[in-house]
């Protein structure tokens, strides 16, 4: 497929295609990623390449990972002269990127950029926060809500497994919003650019740390007791030997008290 063809190809709604139009907000994210020439970028869907161009004109070298076989061809054909850019067509949230960075020895520092459709919101997170200790920082744009649910504290309702997984794995700062204006086709909701920056890891077992806080938060309307007495019958004992009370509801709960919960339940 020609560039133009795949200019004009309709964008996809199950891919989550809308298309950063507004270059001033293309700017800010691409500024938010503080690049410098000696470092590598992955872009997750660089959809038509709004952010890609910018990444590509840093200097740094990028690495992008679309899904869209539509696509692939013409950022090819767009970015054949550029040296410092290539592209896998891949599935981002099963991509090995410890294997696609393992010839970036070199870089001063290895960074993640993506505007991302809302269903890959939880299952690329949580792929990214395994393996978050490759990159130095993330700067991800969601649609608003995803991050409000992210930044959510305890005792808010939108504050749930999300909230938990990104809390214990980044430390999160909201940069701006972006008004649906600024892309094509035009979504019905606001966006919002956050920027990630990896925590190191302090619990050995991130995976059975992420199924307790799914368990816990099946039923947001029911205690923690009753959400997680089936999978850890002794759990009573040990909500109140850790100082938390067995009738409260997983959003009240901090980040420390799931630290020592999931420690004191192993
Ligand atoms: N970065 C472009 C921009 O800002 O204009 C496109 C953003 S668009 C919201 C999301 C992009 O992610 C699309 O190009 C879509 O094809 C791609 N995409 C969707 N799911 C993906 C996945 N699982 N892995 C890689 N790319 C994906």
């Known amino acids: 497929m020609s560039r133009s063809d795949a200019q004009r190809a309709k964008p996809k709604r199950s891919l989550g295609q809308n298309f950063l139009v507004d270059e001033n907000y293309v700017r800010k994210i691409v500024s938010a990623l503080d690049l410098t020439d000696r470092d590598t970028v992955v872009e997750i869907g660089p959809g038509r390449g709004a952010i890609t161009g910018h990444l590509v004109e840093s200097g740094a070298k990028v690495i992008a990972v679309e899904l869209d076989r539509d696509l692939v061809p013409m950022l090819r054909e767009r970015f054949a002269g550029d040296d410092n850019f290539s592209i896998l067509e891949a599935d981002a949230t099963a991509t090995d990127f410890r294997e696609l960075l393992n010839a970036e020895l070199n870089a001063a520092s290895i960074k993640l950029v993506a505007n991302l459709p809302y269903y890959i919101s939880t299952p690329i997170l949580q792929h990214l926060s395994s393996q978050r200790h490759l990159f130095q ?6 649609q608003r809500e995803v991050v409000d649910r992210i930044a959510a504290k305890p005792g808010d309702s939108d504050r749930g497994f999300l909230t938990i997984l990104v809390e214990s794995a980044f430390d999160v700062e909201k940069l701006f919003d972006v008004p649906p204006t600024a892309f094509r086709p035009v979504p019905k909701v606001t966006s919002s650019v956050a920027r990630f920056d990896p925590k190191p890891q302090v619990i050995d077992d991130e995976r059975a740390f992420r199924d307790l806080i799914s368990i816990a938060f099946a039923q947001k309307r029911k205690t923690i007791f009753n ?12 909500l109140e030997r850790s100082g938390i009370d067995p009738q409260r509801r997983a959003e009240s709960l901090e980040l420390n008290e799931w630290l020592s919960l999931f420690g004191a339940l192993r």
């Open 137 to 142: 920082s993330l700067v991800l744009m969601f």
């Open 227 to 238: 959400n997680l007495r089936s999978a850890h019958p002794e759990v009573k004992e040990i």
